[in-house]
């Protein structure tokens, strides 16, 4: 596991300093690369942001482990969240077992010297491109690499980063592979990632056929929402009829129809 040193809280005064003299340490301590530092150098404003997240992408080609540890361990910002979306993506589309790899460790081995937001986004950046480019590899890691005890937070993004990547290329596929999950939790949020993303890149009325078959209201009630949200902007009237014909509780149905009534374009 990679660790990164940090210094006292009255340094965070200036980001750029902080960032500007951060060290990865290894066997032996080591500077950011030269570009990345000449790049945070640069005065405030979007050419230096885009500086900064193009170096921090070039460092993770020759040495992905430390960019991704540096940047998780860097005090909050939005140009920081940004180089965590644009590192972890850019490793997971080259190498994705490895990048998945990497997050999976700092995630299970949380420490005082990262920051726990970045470290999910990365994990769920990671397997979601792994999801997409080789489900079953990815849907055999989730089965077998999570604790039962695991956290609700890494259960959602485990499951649903899986389940959501996968349903982008063959939903049915990937819903399968979410009704034999075992974990309540892991197969909960699995559900919900795969409805949404049903809805958003295939065909919403597909995802209400398989929602209807599954064989418990339990498991209806974790799809159903996104899919009648879905149905409702396309034809309010049949999304109601579907929606009734569930075995799901009343006040549900109700909730939901008082909420797309609400959201419902004014004339």
């Known amino acids: ?40 150098a640069q005065p405030e404003g979007k050419e230096r942001d885009k500086a900064v997240i193009d170096a921090a992408v070039e460092w993770q080609k020759s040495d992905p482990a430390a960019a991704l540890g540096w940047v998780v361990a860097q005090p909050q910002s939005l140009l920081i969240r940004s180089i965590v979306i644009a590192v972890s993506q850019a490793w997971a589309k080259r190498d994705a077992p490895a990048a998945v790899a990497c997050a999976w460790d700092f995630a299970k081995k949380p420490t005082t010297t990262h920051n726990d937001g970045y470290i999910l986004s ?56 979410a009704e034999a999950v075992k974990d309540d939790e892991g197969r909960h949020w699995a559900f919900q990632a795969i409805a949404g993303t049903w809805c958003f890149f295939h065909k919403a009325e597909d995802a209400a056929v398989w929602a209807k078959r599954l064989p418990s209201a339990e498991l209806k009630i974790d799809v159903v929402r996104p899919i009648f949200e879905a149905l409702y902007r396309r034809d309010a009237a049949k999304a109601t009829a579907w929606l009734d014909s569930l075995t799901i509780p009343d006040e549900m149905k109700a909730e939901l129809k008082t909420k797309a009534e609400l959201k419902k374009p004014k004339p």
């Not at 951060?22 to 000449?38: D, I």
């Not at 990671?126 to 890494?154: C, E, G, H």
């Open 1 to 40: 596991m990679i660790t990164v040193n940090r210094w006292p809280r009255w340094l965070c005064l200036s980001a750029c300093f902080l960032l500007m003299f951060a060290c990865v340490w290894g066997e032996e301590s080591k500077p950011l690369p030269a570009p990345l530092q000449q790049a945070l």
């Open 122 to 177: 990365a994990l769920h950046l990671t397997l979601k491109q792994w999801a997409r480019s080789d489900p079953k590899a990815a849907v055999a890691w989730a089965d077998t690499s999570v604790p039962a005890d695991s956290s609700k937070d890494i259960m959602r993004w485990v499951f649903g980063s899986v389940g959501g990547g996968y349903a982008e290329v063959d939903p049915v596929a990937a819903a399968a592979w």
